[in-house]
């Protein structure tokens, strides 16, 4: 029967061979009755953005099997019925950029995902351990969004130094069962090598781009941009002074800090803390070439380039919320959050104590151009949007400071309305874009028969405010179903 449910160890993000993620397998979410309707709903269609009142949907076997109106199926005594009246459903949230397998126990992070609606998430960094731990099925768990795509252990210039190291790479991850290729900090030989290979081998080359990399090539052969470069790396393609910024950094390439094998406590640590906020390791001479990308930003450059990126399909996961805690880590609103309560003490502790180095170690005239930059990054998200260049939304949950699992989708919501796009654009980069990116349109990411029964239902109408994709009356995940009460009793199980 179907389930009916009424009323630091963050190091591991980098794919270190020794990161594992637990070898817990749960058995399938408990049956319930064969068949149940959720009637009464109004049903969002996140491609048009009609409305379709006073239907009822008719689940079976883990799918919508039907939708049709309220009167018209058939009430049987041995269907159990959930009145959703007045109330709205949606698809579930996909996050396209997380990374809860990576702690030692990802439960509660994952819980935390489904009681904030999400039903779907993108592992954005994995290792041999983990894919093989997929294959065996042991990264199966209750109450859990499904892990729709992950790669092998991130790229880098440590792992492959040269050309033909990266090559190799890619073909070792393809054998190890990678869905995507995830590179961060390559340099420019060793990122473009990784990006022809994986094209060849028919995996997406996704993440982040060096600044010795110009945008426009990578985006020939980069399937999605995360975190918008990072840095100035992307914008700086939108800047009057572009060749000029670009020929002082030809050689701005640095290597990342020597800290020790990582198998040592100390080394762990350290790396925790850089994976937590980079941002606090930005050099004097970054931060003027990040403002002169701020003062030279030509809109019409930057509608070239949106046009390149469209042309070549390179889609962009902003990732918001992880840019501005990053840029704005000293912002006292993060040190109240009482979401806080569900990390573990010791990640809130560095956290803080991040914050207040973050103030110290970043003078006040660094601090007023991350300001200046954020605000940029919120224009050309806008920019991109107005384009037609496709966003996903993602959160980076799983590391990052002040970035909790869960919420922090939900927060990454907000930047985007905040960055200008529509409540009905905020919700295609959750749902319909994700299973488009994923190739996966036919089984989620709308509300239509014969797809998943992956769904939220929402309190008010999505497409009126941005706040109401927030208020969520339950969730439905591969048809079982959480009314609010069983949400927060989820919650309360994720506490540390």
């Known amino acids: 029967m179907m389930k009916l449910i009424f009323s630091s160890p963050w190091v591991c993000r980098l794919g270190v061979a020794l990161c594992v993620a637990p070898a817990i397998s749960t058995a399938a979410a408990s049956s319930g009755p064969s068949a149940w309707v959720l009637e009464r709903v109004t049903v969002v269609d996140v491609k048009t953005g009609n409305l379709s009142p006073g239907m009822s949907l008719l689940i079976e076997g883990g799918k919508i099997a039907r939708i049709a109106s309220a009167a018209s199926i058939a009430r049987g005594s ?106 961060v900090g390559l340099s420019s030989a060793n990122f473009y090598a990784a990006g022809a290979e994986a094209q060849a081998q028919g995996l997406p080359y996704v993440g982040h781009m060096n600044m010795d ?27 009057s002074e572009e060749p000029a910024i670009r020929d002082g950094m030809a050689h701005a390439h640095v290597e990342p800090p020597q800290i020790g094998p990582p198998s040592t406590p100390q080394a762990q640590a350290a790396i925790a803390r850089m994976i937590a906020n980079p941002a606090m390791n930005v050099k004097p001479h970054q931060f003027a070439n990040m403002r002169r990308v701020i003062d030279s930003f030509d809109a019409t450059r930057c509608g070239e380039l949106a046009r390149e990126l469209i042309k070549d399909g390179a889609w962009q996961a902003p990732t918001l919320i992880r840019l501005r805690t990053m840029e704005l880590a000293d912002d006292p609103a993060y040190r109240g959050d009482a979401n806080l309560r569900f990390m573990p003490v010791p990640v809130q502790q560095m956290w803080r104590e991040l914050s207040a180095q973050f103030g110290q170690r970043i003078s006040q005239v660094d601090r007023d151009t991350y300001r200046r930059f954020f605000a940029l990054q919120l224009r050309f998200v806008k920019l991109l949007q107005d384009s037609g260049v496709p966003l996903l939304a993602g959160s980076d949950a799983g590391g990052s400071i002040w970035v909790v699992p869960g919420f922090s989708l939900h927060q990454e919501f907000d930047l985007l309305e905040a960055a200008g796009l529509t409540p009905l654009q905020v919700l295609q980069s959750a749902t319909i874009n994700g299973a488009r990116f994923l190739g996966r349109e036919a089984h989620l990411g709308s509300v239509e028969a014969g797809r998943t029964a992956d769904l939220v239902l929402l309190d008010d109408n999505p497409l009126g405010s941005v706040a109401n994709l927030h208020r969520i009356a339950g969730v439905v995940r591969s048809g079982h179903y959480y009314d609010a009460p069983a949400l927060h009793r989820l919650q309360a199980t994720a506490l540390p």
């Not at 959930?82 to 702690?103: E, I, K, Q, T, W």
């Not at 426009?216 to 918008?228: D, F, K, P, T």
């Open 78 to 183: 041995d269907i159990v019925r959930v009145d959703g009246a007045g109330r709205f459903v949606v698809p579930g949230y996909l996050d396209m950029h997380a990374h809860p397998l990576n702690a030692p126990d990802p439960r509660p992070s994952l819980k935390l995902m489904l009681s904030n609606g999400i039903t779907g998430y993108r592992q954005m960094s994995g290792s041999p351990e983990l894919l093989r731990a997929r294959q065996e099925k042991k990264l199966e768990f209750d109450d859990s969004p499904a892990l729709l795509a992950m790669p092998g252990t991130i790229l880098t210039d440590a792992l492959a130094p040269t050309p033909d190291a990266a090559r190799g790479q890619v073909k070792k991850q393809k054998a190890d069962g990678a869905d995507f290729i995830k590179t």
């Open 213 to 239: 990399v110009d945008v426009r090539q990578a985006a020939r052969v980069m399937r999605s941009i995360e975190h918008l470069g990072p840095m100035e790396v992307m914008l700086l393609g939108c800047s």
